[in-house]
């Protein structure tokens, strides 16, 4: 009788906190009809501000994958590394987890903003990062590196370094033994921090609202433009590109969960 209970309580939760939100944003975006849906996310404001969620998001996950690969072997892999170094860096990955986003953005803002030496010296080279789209990269790189790292490192401890130092023993280059020999056992954790990455880019607000100043057509994110939109009462135009993200949010998801199968397979 609890059981059936707690398990009735946990569909009611789950529907109150997941469902019944995604149902409340696709009436929302189709409270007027196609045509409101389409005008709201085919004007210049929307088009803009998924342009540029995509160049964040695909930019972001690049330098993630490769960063994030490296520093994962370079945590388990390393003996030249010491434990302290290990334990330090172990310490900052995890950096992003215990802090807010709105502070990672503000800690951008104070050592690259334009009244900082720093961002001084990027302007007078004409780079300008923080309230333009450098600094929104930046600030959901910190807050996404850590899902990589996350993935990559217990893959590589399970597997141990046996078959690599086989292979390095043999004479293979350090590039053949990762693509031949590290790559087919890391590649599904790979993939899942991809994803995860992916859609924690597409759903960033804190940190990119700071750093991005939320400027019309030039630094907005699809994010800030639902949280304007909201603040001027423009709510169908906000559900509609609330419904786009949740989209993909969605196909993100199931492509998670076939990854993580994959994953335990392998």
């Known amino acids: ?17 997941l469902i019944a939100p995604l149902i409340k944003i696709f009436t929302g975006s189709w409270a007027e009809g196609w ?4 005008e709201g996310i ?11 969620t995509g160049i964040i998001v695909v930019v972001v996950t690049v330098l993630n994958t490769v960063f994030g690969i490296m520093l994962a072997m370079y945590l388990v892999r390393a003996e030249w590394i010491g434990r302290r170094i290990k334990r330090l860096l172990n310490s900052l990955v995890d950096l992003p987890f215990a802090v807010s986003p709105v502070i990672g953005g503000l800690m951008i803002v104070l050592m690259l903003g334009p009244n900082t030496i720093i961002g001084t010296m990027f302007e007078d080279a004409g780079i300008k990062i923080v309230y333009a789209l450098p600094g929104m990269i930046l600030a959901t790189l910190f807050v996404t590196f850590p899902l990589m790292v996350r ?5 590589l401890q399970e597997i141990g370094a046996q078959q690599e130092e086989a292979a390095s023993t043999l004479g293979a280059y350090s590039w053949y033994t990762f693509w031949k020999v590290t790559w087919p056992s890391i590649r599904w954790g790979v993939i899942y921090g991809v994803v995860l990455t992916v859609a924690r880019s597409l759903g960033e607000f804190g940190a990119v609202l700071v750093v991005s100043g939320n400027i019309m057509n030039k630094t907005q994110t699809a994010t800030t433009l639902v ?11 906000a559900n509609g590109v609330a419904l786009v993200l949740a989209a993909f949010s969605v196909g993100l998801l199931l492509l998670m969960e076939w990854a993580k ?5 392998h």
């Open 1 to 17: 009788m609890m059981r059936r209970l707690w398990i009735t309580l946990t569909y009611i939760v789950f529907g109150l906190l």
């Open 261 to 265: 199968k994959r994953k335990e397979v």
């Open 227 to 237: 949280y304007q939109d909201v603040e001027n009462f423009n709510v169908v135009a």
């Open 151 to 155: 993935e990559v490192m217990p893959v």
């Open 42 to 52: 085919t004007r210049p404001q929307s088009l803009h501000a998924l342009m540029m």
């Open 35 to 38: 045509n409101g849906f389409i």
